[in-house]
Nanobody, 121 residues
Framework: QVQLVESGGGLVQAGDSLRLSCAAS????????MGWFRQAPGKEREFVAR????????HYADSVKGRFTISRDNAKNTVYLQMNSLKPEDTAVYTC??????????????WGQGTQVTVSS
């Protein structure tokens, strides 16, 4: 069982940066692939980024590639999402998830509550 709690969201202007954190409880955190997803109002949840259990492998959605960086610290049971050059279209609720090596929400077993990111133009 893994419980996930996100933090770091907020209201920023276009071009600004934010770093999201996702703190996990449970000794098995290091066994899981971790992912970030986002959901904008009126849209379906979409994949943002994922990272392998040891941080050696990452994958990004085309829309965030080159601007966002996912990382993890297994000693702190935490995964991060560094978001640079934010755009208004990045506005969404961002949620972290723990699970397998997939891009779809159904590939992940555990979910946090989400944190709101709002980017003004």
């Amino acid at each position: 069982q893994v419980q996930l709690v996100e933090s770091g969201g907020g209201l920023v202007q276009a071009g600004d940066s934010l770093r999201l954190s996702c703190a996990a409880s449970g000794r098995t955190f290091r066994n899981y692939v971790m992912g970030w997803f986002r959901q904008a109002p009126g849209k379906e949840r979409e994949f943002v980024a994922r990272i392998s259990w040891n941080g050696g492998g990452t994958h990004y959605a085309d829309s965030v590639k080159g601007r966002f960086t996912i990382s993890r610290d297994n000693a702190k049971n935490t995964v991060y999402l560094q978001m640079n050059s934010l755009k208004p279209e990045d506005t969404a609720v961002y949620t972290c998830a723990a699970g397998g090596w997939g891009l779809a929400p159904e590939d992940y077993d555990y979910w946090g509550q989400g944190t709101q990111v709002t980017v003004s133009s």
